[in-house]
């Protein structure tokens, strides 16, 4: 008997069904140089073991808690920086836009009276704007974005001094609805654990729907097994930390609203004409000016969203401390939010990276801040440190770069 090409098709499609298929897809795609976040994954169990070896407090519920709330706010800006290197660039100025953005925030609604939301659009709409500045700049005169926005880092440093005057620090009331959002409301336990059979069955909902595409093209793809395993597997990681984190004051909805976000991200970034653009220019902007892709929009976009971010960052970290001043959006804000997409999976080559990575490269640094401040060590080993697993990641990050040419080639 012959085997027809479309019987071997169909055999290669059946090989792909199940756990085992599966397994064999996540092999063939490190041995591609496709590491997906297995990288970061593994760094994140050998940083929680050797920091819980070393004082038994870390991995407690009300240190978890902390760290997550801790991670929001430069989560959020590191969830911007993701979106400039998906496209090969970069964005210098993320913690003075932050920095800026508190203390505009800070002036509009305490010094000027000005109602909360008002204060906060005011403030978001002022991120956008820079954001569209730089897009405008990049374009029109190409200067890179590294002079852009570097430049930017200095004169919103500047305004941000400005901004808050002589007196150099204004005080959020800590009765406000912003601030209490910060620091003290929790998502009552039914809702969380809703949340967690909610995301257990869209992984499910989505990873069935994309199956079903992928088949009709005559594509590999997950079978159900596979699907539901992955969906339960979730769901009972989301629920036991549900469950933890509830043993002292639970989960926090400003590390709720920064999960919406990334998953809104990945969302735009894997399902949308707009989201495979970015991955295009990212990936050979020449091939994809050629394909009819407006690449204009697309840098403009991403530097309006990166900006926005950014922002968004500022206030959620002016609300957590309760305050704006001086210091706000220095010190190691711009780094950390820049580390945390590198550590995350983010290549800096353009073209490679998720909205997840955001997450859980802001949990390592922070879990790498969190562990060291409890072993009472200095802030300089903490950057020493982090600089550290930087370079790691951009190392592994070029080795899978450099393996999936060869890969490619051969």
Not at 15 to 33: F, I, K
Not at 73 to 92: F, N, Y
Not at 95 to 115: I, K, N, R, Y
Not at 241 to 268: E, N
């Amino acid at each position: 008997m012959t085997t027809t090409a479309t019987d071997r098709q169909d055999e290669r499609l059946q090989s792909r069904d199940g756990l085992r298929g599966a397994l064999t897809d996540v092999v063939e795609r490190a041995r591609g140089g496709d590491l997906g976040v297995i990288p970061v994954v593994v760094g994140l169990i050998v940083i929680w073991s050797v920091f819980q070896i070393l004082n038994p407090i870390f991995l407690s519920s009300a240190n978890l808690v902390n760290l997550t709330l801790e991670s929001a706010a430069v989560g959020v800006i590191a969830l911007g920086i993701v979106c400039v290197l998906l496209v090969g660039q970069i964005d210098l100025s993320v913690g003075s836009v932050s920095g800026l953005s508190g203390a505009v925030l800070a002036v509009l609604f305490v010094s000027e009276g000005l109602p909360v939301w008002l204060a906060i659009l005011a403030s978001v709409l002022m991120g956008a704007v820079v954001g569209w500045l730089y897009g405008q700049l990049f374009n029109r005169f190409g200067v890179p974005s590294f002079v852009i926005t570097l430049a930017g880092l200095l004169a919103f440093l500047g305004l941000q001094l400005y901004v808050l005057g002589t007196k150099g620090s204004i005080n959020l009331p800590f009765d406000s609805g912003l601030v209490n959002f910060a620091q003290l409301d929790f998502v009552p336990a039914w809702l969380s654990y809703t949340f967690a059979v909610i995301a257990a069955g869209w992984l499910f909902a989505s990873g069935y729907l994309h199956a079903r595409e992928r088949r009709r093209a005559g594509l590999s793809a997950r079978g159900v097994s596979t699907l539901a395993v992955r969906s339960v597997a979730l769901l009972a990681v989301l629920a036991f930390v549900v469950w933890y984190l509830g043993q002292t004051r639970g989960v926090g909805w400003m590390f709720v609203f920064f999960v919406a976000l990334v998953l809104i991200m990945h969302y735009l970034l894997s399902r949308t004409k707009w989201g495979r653009a970015v991955y295009a220019v990212g990936g050979n902007v020449e091939a994809a000016r050629r394909a009819g892709i407006n690449v204009r929009a697309i840098y403009t976009s991403v530097f309006v969203l990166c900006s926005t971010f950014a922002a968004v960052g500022g206030i959620l970290a002016a609300a957590r401390l309760a305050a704006a001043n001086q210091s706000s959006g220095a010190g190691d804000v711009n780094l950390n939010a820049i580390a945390a997409a590198v550590i995350g999976g983010t290549s800096l080559f353009g073209g490679r990276g998720t909205a997840f990575g955001a997450l859980l490269g802001i949990i390592v640094i922070q879990s790498i801040s969190s562990g060291l401040t409890l072993l009472n060590l200095d802030s300089s080993i903490r950057f020493v440190v982090t600089g550290a697993v930087l370079l790691l990641a951009v190392i592994v990050d070029s080795v899978s770069r450099r393996s999936r040419t060869s890969h490619g080639r051969a």
